[in-house]
């Protein structure tokens, strides 16, 4: 069975690379990923009991306006939008990880940060939840907050932006 911290990897290396299309088998597991107009499908086998009787979860290929279904991470699906920018020189902060995307610590409690708010470098700006892990994301420079362009609750992917922020 493949580690989240693995599949991350390979993500990031085949999202890097001109490579279109991706396989790798270990242990059982079987790992495809496919490239279609610059969104990444991934699609997984995986074999729980003898060979005679395999176990499937799979992904279908989807056009690139579609929503992606990540068979990893319990078939997630999720809408890429493209956010306008208005300038260059602003940072964009992304996703490290598929997963679901949170502005505040808990309901009951205020965002992180809005649109005005000044961060620092070791600011925490959101959390994305990625299979019962709450992961904690920082603005990694200093500036201020110009658009937050995910919802609270968004299902985001991996590298997808979620806040520009106008360094200083």
């Known amino acids: ?41 991934v699609e997984s086998q995986v074999i729980t009991q003898p060979v005679q009787q395999p ?6 290929q989807v056009a690139a ?3 992606i279904e990540n068979a990893i991470t319990n ?12 300038d260059t020189n602003l940072h964009k902060i992304v996703s490290p990880m598929v997963g679901t995307f949170y502005q505040s610590p808990s309901p ?33 420079v200093d500036g201020e907050i110009v658009e937050v362009l995910a919802k609270d609750g968004q299902l985001v992917e991996y590298g997808q932006p979620l806040f520009l922020v106008k360094t200083k």
Do not use: H, W
């Open 108 to 140: 009951d409690k205020d965002a992180y940060v809005k649109v005005g708010s000044q961060v620092k470098s070791d600011s925490i700006v959101c959390i994305v939840e990625a299979m019962k892990l709450f992961n904690e994301i920082e603005a990694e």
């Open 55 to 60: 176990v499937v979860q799979s992904v279908p």
């Open 75 to 86: 078939r997630i699906e999720s809408k890429v939008e493209a956010a306008p920018v208005q």
């Open 1 to 41: 069975m493949f580690k989240i911290q693995e599949i991350r990897e390979i993500i990031k290396l085949v999202d890097q690379s001109s490579i279109d299309e991706f396989e790798f088998e270990s242990e059982g597991s079987t790992l495809k990923m496919k490239k279609n107009s610059g969104v990444a499908v």
């Open 65 to 67: 306006a579609a929503p």
